[in-house]
């Protein structure tokens, strides 16, 4: 089915658009919306687009990186000072999904995809989002709990603190096809080390609930102590508490639940 | 519904098309130019089978929306050939026994082919992350692999 294809020069003329069209979608890399179409679906009767440079912009150098909704993983790949991304970005699609695919369009990305996402949400980004309100700052766990009623909203950049050292932040991917493939279970932990011990400890699962969550009991765990074998343990047995995964065709929900402490364990203790 | 006039350059030739609003470039290339090369898997982002060079960047045709294409290059397979010769990759694919059905070639080839252009000695490990977002269900990955490495100056044995 035909659909309309709008194109504008600035986000509040697109974010006016999409408000006024129950049927409109915004076009990023085109990886879930042009697969919507092409699996015609009907709720989708707009496209719109947005040439605005803004959203391609990227602030990598400072201690607070800004990355515009439009960039690609690829562009992040590419970028010296953004070193600590290149295992979420390298971890999403091919080559061509990664030229592709933007950090704006993997916050809506649906379970067993947006791993970049648990990246964000590891480091507590700050959405910056456009709806006919203005312009506003959303936390990553605010944004992830209500994207589903974002319609008439438009994601500009997301921005936050890069890590103190290469060793505060981890992640790691479970697929089973390597390197490609989509998500058995994301991780991503944010651990600064003050003093010996961790203060600020942030761990981000994918694939373990409807949207990307924090694995706050392990968190806790890991508050103010030393990453010994016994705290990683016992955050390692915590992992799970609060989650709710799902069976899909790349594991069951009982053996997420399983390789969820194995994972976490192997990342805290630098295995993985 | 409107169509839309497009422009843009094909293989190194102009091309100009009307495309339905929401039509995606692999519809455009097949349906509206005649360039059979890329070709149709999934129409989900999961197979490559579709791959295109857009301004010499690797891209799914299928998951593009054909109007974001106007004024740019857009190279498929049928373009790789010179004149009456193969095109150095097709020769090893073929050397190689790297196209068995035949289904994946565009896209392994594309993928092949953006990779040779900015790494033209790549290891084995760069040739397999380059083809890794393209599926081949019936050749074996192998023979692929040794084909690109034979292209790129013969590391592999021929």
Same mark, same amino acid.
């Given at each position: ?40 679906? %009907?709720? %989708? ?18 201690? &607070? ?81 209500? &994207? ?21 932040? &981890?992640?790691?991917? %479970? ?9 058995? *279970?994301?991780?991503? =932990? ?7 011990? *961790? ?18 009991? =392990? ?5 103010? &102590? ?47 | 519904?409107? #169509? ?14 009307? !495309? ?7 519809? !455009? ?9 890329? #070709? ?72 092949? #082919? ?41 590391? !592999?044995?021929?």
């Amino acid at each position: 089915m035909a659909v309309t294809v709008k194109t504008f020069a600035s986000t509040s003329e697109a974010v006016g658009a999409l408000s006024a069209d129950r049927g409109a979608r915004y076009l990023g890399g085109g990886t879930l919306v042009m697969r919507a179409l092409n699996e015609g679906d %009907v709720s %989708v009767s707009t496209v719109i687009r947005a040439s605005d440079k803004a959203l391609t912009r990227i602030d990598a150098s400072g201690p &607070r990186v800004m990355l515009g909704a439009g960039i690609t993983f690829a562009r992040i790949l590419a970028e010296r000072d953004l070193g600590f991304l290149h295992a979420p970005a390298r971890s999403i699609g091919g080559p061509a999904v990664r030229n592709m695919g933007t950090v704006g369009g993997n916050l809506f990305a649906p379970s067993p995809y947006g791993d970049f996402t648990v990246a964000l949400l590891a480091l507590e980004a700050t959405i910056a989002v456009q709806g006919g309100f203005g312009t506003r700052d959303i936390a990553i766990e605010e944004f992830l709990q209500s &994207r589903e009623r974002q319609a008439g909203t438009l994601v500009l950049s997301v921005s936050f603190a890069r890590p103190a050292s290469a060793d505060a932040f &981890r992640y790691h991917k %479970v697929a089973r096809i390597k390197p490609k493939g989509g998500s058995v *279970i994301t991780l991503a =932990a944010h651990l600064p080390i003050s003093g010996g011990r *961790i203060a600020g400890a942030r761990i981000a699962l994918g694939s373990m609930a409807p949207t990307q969550i924090r694995a706050r009991a =392990a968190e806790r765990v890991l508050e103010g &102590r030393s990453l010994d074998a016994a705290t990683i343990a016992a955050a390692a047995a915590a992992v799970t508490e609060g989650t709710s995964p799902s069976d899909n065709a790349l594991g069951s929900a009982w053996y997420r639940r399983e390789i969820a402490g194995v994972h976490l364990r192997r990342l805290l203790s630098g295995q993985d | 519904m409107a #169509k839309t006039a497009l422009q843009f350059r094909h293989n190194g030739r102009d091309v100009a098309i009307f !495309a339905d609003g929401g039509t995606n470039l692999l519809v !455009a290339l097949r349906e509206l130019i005649g360039d059979m090369t890329p #070709k149709f898997g999934c129409g989900q982002g999961g197979c490559g089978t579709c791959s295109v060079l857009i301004d010499g960047e690797l891209h799914l045709s299928c998951l593009t929306l054909a109007e974001t294409v106007a004024g740019r290059s857009v190279e498929t397979l049928d373009g790789l050939k010179q004149g009456p010769n193969l095109h150095p990759l097709q020769r090893a694919f073929a050397d190689n026994f790297a196209a068995q059905c035949g289904y994946c070639t565009p896209g392994m080839l594309m993928a092949a #082919k953006a990779l040779l252009d900015r790494n033209p000695q790549p290891s084995r490990a760069e040739v397999v992350e380059a083809i890794s977002g393209n599926i081949c269900r019936c050749t074996g990955y192998e023979p692929i692999i040794d084909a690109i490495l034979a292209a790129s100056g013969g590391r !592999a044995s021929a």
